[in-house]
């Protein structure tokens, strides 16, 4: 089937690392943005990062520049997020998305919600003592 799968979400400590991957099955991701989405209990859904799957472009917003970074396997067909210096604030559900490149412009802010072909269930990280 056609699907992103999520995983790497967790109970982590302030300054902590976890690393969350989204891994596709039944499609290629090589012609795709990829984008983290994340959201928090009484907030707006905000991006985190962004990928051009192909040539490994990629944008961050900016309270995550610095301290997360964004890549791909291609062999592997997944795109990985690397969290490191983990914050409170960083607390939300995580969800990876892809769009097809071509007819959507890569860039920051990421594409808005209704562009992405595919979503992921969604993967928890909690930022706690």
């Known amino acids: 089937q056609v699907q992103l799968v999520e995983s790497g979400g967790g109970l982590v400590q302030p300054g902590g690392s976890l690393r969350l991957s989204c891994a596709a099955s039944?499609?290629?991701?090589?012609?795709?943005?990829l984008t983290w989405f994340r959201q928090a209990p009484g907030k707006e859904r905000e991006g985190v990062s962004c990928?051009?799957?192909?040539?490994?472009?990629?944008y961050y917003a900016d309270s995550v520049k610095g301290r997360f970074t964004i890549s791909r396997d291609n062999a592997k067909n997944t795109v990985y997020l690397q969290m490191n210096s983990l914050k409170p604030e960083d607390t939300a559900v995580y969800y990876c998305?892809?769009?097809?490149?071509?007819?959507?412009?890569?860039?920051?802010?990421?594409?808005?919600?209704?562009?992405?072909?595919?979503w992921g269930q969604g993967t928890q990280v909690t930022v706690s003592s």
């Open positions: 998305a892809a769009a097809l490149l071509g007819v959507n412009t890569f860039g920051w802010p990421p594409l808005l919600p209704n562009k992405y072909d595919y």
């Open positions: 039944g499609f290629t991701l090589d012609d795709y943005a």
């Open positions: 990928i051009s799957v192909s040539d490994g472009s990629s």
